[in-house]
């Protein structure tokens, strides 16, 4: 299975995309250490650096909604991880 890895600023046309890759689209990520692991990663540096896994919260209201008040919003967690 090939990657690759397209690095865009704007709404990627899905016609465009192989049918036959599982793709993601993310803005942003943030570094996740496991919480069983977090003691091993004490100082800002070993939090940022070498580290294989990455986090992003995805909004979402669980009527289907695009826009809500913030005590109808839900957190959706997503964790990717890298080799």
Do not use: C
């Not at 496991?34 to 939090?47: A, H, L, Y």
């Amino acid at each position: 299975m090939a990657k690759v890895i397209v690095n865009i600023n704007f709404q990627m046309d899905a016609s465009q995309l192989d049918s036959k890759i599982a793709q993601i689209q993310v803005t942003s990520v943030t570094p996740y250490t496991d919480p069983e692991k977090s003691n091993d990663r004490q100082t800002e540096f070993e939090m940022n650096h070498d580290v294989d896994s990455f986090m992003f919260e995805t909004p979402f209201t669980k009527d289907g909604r695009i826009r809500a008040d913030p005590q109808e919003q839900w957190k959706r967690r997503t964790i990717l991880h890298s080799k």
